[in-house]
């Protein structure tokens, strides 16, 4: 049964957001406090007006409230004082935790996790999309079964509540982990489809360049801008959730084809990560990467740093990249020197300015490692010609009595594979 969406209803929930520092997450106690304006943001996404915040610190998390139960109970009076429903947690919470903390303080209590899964549920549109939504909801749901209930009774349909029905949550685990397993089935079908089109993508010999970034750093706003996509771009966290692909010829040689990606956010679910690794896996197959970072955000380099280790999570840390320094006419004069044109380039999506430098960039470093080669293949080395189809660009092909003479683009891998074939290098 597909997952309700509610993204229509404009209910207004206020929220109490709750933080714990520690030395065990972060030494960093600014790092902490950025958490939590990011916490405010992602509510406020989701729908929620943030009324008070409060951030808690102790050595450890205690193990029953996670903040301990004098602070949970001034939690409880902060709820009572604003006329909050909700409490919002920047950190995963267990369990036990969550239901403990919906004991202590009758108001719905979620987390971090919860919040994120809750505005994907909302942006999902296609449905890979949502089986996608659907998939990581469960998976956060199983082990929160026992207390899912009361939640929904109170919420009566709000934040945290988008996705599977009340009548799946009130199911069995044994119906739950089916309902997961089909969802597992239905989505390897999908990944089956993506690579079946990567090999036509690799047939027409069109490059795929894949946009990364941080939730809000510009990379819809840079693929509008790129190829007149019209894709919808708001100044808000996770307005794309479906991938997007569009062709875009760069110069009079080269055509590639546009990947606009989900955003990337600190402590990112690894309930999504897995969900969504029939979108995410896309990123491991492109030939460049296009970083866009915002650097009028303050923590531009933090965001960075985020989307650097989900990409080697992902695999793809190996695939060259372009760091595309996005607003860099709003960002801060004192941010201009960290900002190295040898590794990037300073554009901004919105206005165009920088763009066509950025072509270039994209078509100079594509061609990075490329060998133009002309080769001649004895007809009895048929497994090199083939090989060739599968890793090259072929150019031309013709044929003499000597064997078959080839004309190719190849990487530095197959260049040498083929070195001792070439009659003239251009």
């Known amino acids: 049964m597909p997952f309700t969406n509610q993204t229509e209803e404009k209910q207004i929930e206020r929220a109490v957001l709750v933080g714990l520092s520690c030395p065990s997450f972060n030494a960093d ?36 409230t996670f903040i301990g139960e004098g602070k949970a109970e001034e939690v409880k009076q902060l709820a009572e004082m604003n006329d909050a429903s909700l409490i919002l947690f920047d950190n995963e919470l267990s369990p036990s935790q969550m239901s403990n903390l919906e004991e202590l303080t009758g108001r719905t209590v979620l987390d971090r996790s919860a919040l994120i899964l809750d505005i994907f549920a909302q942006r999902a549109r296609t449905g890979e999309g949502k089986l996608q939504v659907e998939l990581a909801q469960y998976q956060y749901i199983l082990p929160r079964l026992a207390g899912m209930g009361k939640a929904m009774s109170r919420l009566g349909g709000g934040i945290g509540t988008r996705g599977p029905g009340e009548s799946k949550l009130e199911s069995d685990r044994r119906h739950i982990r089916s309902r997961i397993d089909k969802l597992r089935r239905d989505l ?58 569009r062709k875009k010829r760069i110069s009079d040689t080269q055509e590639i084809l546009l990947s606009d990606t989900v955003g990337f956010i600190r402590k990112l679910p690894h309930h999504l990560v897995s969900a969504f690794k029939a979108t995410l896996e ?13 650097v009028s955000d303050e923590n531009w380099q933090i965001h960075a740093q985020t989307v650097d280790k989900v990409v080697a999570q992902l695999g793809a840390q190996d695939i060259p990249r372009v760091m595309v320094y996005n607003k860099a006419d709003k960002c801060d004069p004192d941010v201009i020197p960290f900002i190295r044109p040898d590794e990037g380039v300073k554009i901004s999506a919105k206005s165009g300015e920088g763009i066509d430098d950025l072509l270039t960039a994209i078509e ?25 189809h599968r890793e090259a660009q072929i150019d031309s092909t013709d044929y003499a009595a000597e064997g078959t003479i080839v004309e190719a683009v190849v990487d530095d891998k197959t260049y040498g594979r083929v070195s001792t074939y070439i009659m003239d290098n251009e």
């Open 364 to 388: 100079k470093a594509l061609g990075k490692g490329k060998h133009k080669v002309k080769l001649c293949i004895p007809y009895s080395d048929g497994a090199v010609l083939d090989m060739l």
């Open 188 to 245: 390897e079908q999908v990944r089956q489809v993506r690579s079946v089109q990567r090999r036509q993508r690799k047939k027409a010999e069109l490059p795929l360049v894949a946009i990364v970034g941080y939730t809000n750093a510009g990379k819809s706003t840079l693929l509008n801008t790129l190829t007149g996509a019209g894709i919808e771009a708001n100044d808000r966290l996770f307005d794309t959730l479906d991938p997007t692909t």
């Open 29 to 64: 106690q600014d790092a902490d406090e950025r958490t939590m304006d990011e916490l405010r943001a992602l509510a406020e996404t989701a729908g929620a007006e943030a009324v008070a915040m409060t951030l808690q610190r102790r050595p450890a998390p205690d193990a029953r």
């Open 282 to 294: 896309e990123l491991a197959y492109a030939d460049l990467l296009l970083h866009v970072v915002d």
